[in-house]
C-alpha cells in the first residue's frame, strides 16, 4: 500500500517548493479520502462551505489519517473575525489548513492568527460575472494583475496560492518569482502541485469534461449501471413475492413439530374463546 512516510507539515511543503510536482486531489467522500491516500497522493483538499461539508470533514479526516488535507472555506465570509472564526473551527476538526478565495484582507486577518491559508489566483468560478468561463492572464494587463494579486496574497501570508485556468508560460514564470506554493488547476505542469477534482478524474457527471481535466474512469455509466440493476432486482423481488416464489424453503426458519403442536394447544387454550374456556 502507498502511502506518504509522514503526514506533511507546511513547512514540509515549502520545502520541496521546486523540487518536485506535488499530486493534488479534492475528495468529497470518505471513500474518496481513503482510495487516495491509499493511491498515494500528497495532498488533498475538501469542501468546508455548508454545513453538510463541514460534518463531513472529521470523517474524512479519519478516513485518510496520514494525509494533507486543506478545508475550502465559504465564498462571501464577510470579516475578519468570521474568516478567523472558520479557520479554527477547520483546523480544530482536523483540516491541515484552509483555502480561501476571497481578498488579501481575509486572508492576512487568518495568518496573523497562525492559519495555513491558501488563496486564489486566476479564474474564480464564483466571480465569473467579471470574467466568464475563460483563461486569465492572456493580456498584459492581466498578467501584471495575476503578478500584483500574487504578492498581495504573499505579503498577506498565504503559504500556497491555487492557480486556475492561467496560460501554462505564463504559470511556470510566476511560480518562480514567488515564495508561496503555486497549485496548478488548468495552468500547466510548471506549477509545484497537480490540481484536479476527483470527479474529474472519475468521469463522474454528465457535463463536458474541462479542457484541462483528465476522466481515468467513468463512474457516471458505472452509476447508471448500478441504478439499472437496483431497478431490476427490486422489480424481481415484488414478482416473485406476487408469484410465492419467494420466501422458498431455504430462507425460513423451522421450529420442531412437537413443541409446535404443544405450544399452539397450550395458547389455544389459554386465549379467551379457546377450547379451554369452552369445557369450562
Known sequence: MLRPRKKYTVYDLQ????RRCLTHIHVKSPEEAAAAEEAGVDLMSCSFDSPDSQARLPLLVAAAPNSFLSAATPHGMASREEAIRTGFRALEMGASSVYCSGSPYLIEGMA???????????????????TGYRAIGKTEAEAHQLYDRMKALEAAGAYAAELECVPHP??????GQTRMLLM??????GC???FLFSDDILGDYEERIPRHAKAYR???????RLQRERIA???EYIADVKAGRFPERAHLIEMDGAVLER????????????QGEAAT
Do not use: M, Y
Request: proline share 5%; glycine share 16%; charged share 20%.
Open 112 to 130: 496573523r492568527e497562525g492559519i495555513p491559508v491558501v488563496g486564489h489566483l486566476g479564474l474564480v468560478p464564483r466571480h465569473v460575472t467579471w
Open 192 to 194: 509545484d502541485t497537480q
Open 218 to 224: 467513468n463512474f457516471l455509466e458505472e452509476k447508471r
Open 263 to 274: 405450544v399452539i394447544r397450550e395458547l389455544g387454550s389459554a386465549a379467551p374463546g379457546g
Open 184 to 189: 496548478s488547476l488548468g495552468s500547466g505542469s
Open 233 to 235: 432486482a427490486f422489480g
Open 170 to 175: 505564463l504559470a511556470r514564470f510566476l511560480c
Open 15 to 18: 520545502q520541496l517548493k521546486g
